[in-house]
Every structure is written in C-alpha cells, then in structure tokens.
C-alpha cells in the first residue's frame, strides 16, 4: 500500500493586498507529472501547463484561503495557517502524511504532518500545491488589475514593490488592501 502524500503549500504571504492562496494536492502515483518544483523557478507559461496537468491527473486537490480580514484580525501567519488547515479538509482523499512547505505546520485534525523546509523542491506534492497556490493567486491579481489598473496588481502581483507603493500613496487603499500591513497603515494615515 503506498502512502499517500497530501502536499500543502502558499502563496501570498508578503503582498500588501488580497488573501493568502493555500493548495493540498495527493499525486497519483500511477500517473507522474514531469517537471514538477518550485513554481517561483518556472515560467508563466510553464506553471500553467502543470496547472492543468496537476488539475487532470492528481488523486485529489483543493484550494483553501485566508481573506484579507482573517488576514487583519488574525495576522498573516495564523491565517496562513488556517487557510491550510481548509486546503487539506477540502481534499476529497484522506492522506496518510501531510509535508507543508516550510519551517511549520498547523493541526490537520490529527492526521499525520511535518514541516519540509524548501519543501517546494524536495516533494512534488507540494510542488503541485506551490503551482495550484500561484496560478490561482495570479489570476486573482491580474483580475484585481482589470478593475484597479492604475494600481499594477498584473505585474508585481501586490508585493510591496516600488511601484506599488508608489501607488499606495498617490491613490490610496482598497479595500482589498491588507490594513494591518506597515504600507498599507501608512496609506491610511494610521501610522
């Protein structure tokens, strides 16, 4: 019986803007993906070709997220963390370990789970799931850009760029930005 794997992984953390994306994804042994790892290290173009692969042939995969006012009340850590926890009580499958990206992992309701740092190279679940996450994240920003252009959501996808900032303090906050970010308080005039 081979263990299944659940890898879990997040984009969003460091943007000023928008909620944080976590994705679990259990692959099929008996169909691999080739070119899986880090989706920061793979072209747009790329990254959409295993999105779709991913979203074919894993056992099973789910989104989970934070929204910018969990973002807010709870802190972007422990929202992170629950919009993991949601990720993996989305999967359709139960995994017999969970491996998050990184240096720490929530309670997944007592399923098995350890924390893989640089993670997103070493197993491919959890490259499957960096690759849902950002996919998904940037379809978000670059919608997010089609409503609020001047803002260039599309191209720095809400880190806190230079251009970003830059227009943070000529047009101000949305309310899609995340208030409890140093940026953002500043733009409200809150520090």
Known sequence: MTLLIAGVDEVGRGPLVGDVVTAAVILDPHRPIAGLRDSKKLSEKRRAALYDEIREKALAFSLGRA?????????????????????VAGLSVTPGLVRVDGNRC?????????????????????SAASILAKVTRDNEMKALDARYP??????????????????????GALVEHRSSFKPVRRALGLE
């Open 67 to 87: 929204s910018v006012e969990e973002i807010d009340r709870l802190n972007i850590l422990h929202a992170t963390m629950l919009a993991m926890q949601r990720a």
């Open 106 to 126: 929530p309670d997944f309701g007592g399923l098995a789970a350890e924390a893989l740092v640089k993670g997103d190279d070493k197993e491919p679940a959890i």
């Open 150 to 171: 001047a803002y260039g959501f599309a191209s720095h996808k809400g880190y806190p760029t230079a251009a970003h900032l830059a227009a943070l303090a000529e047009h």
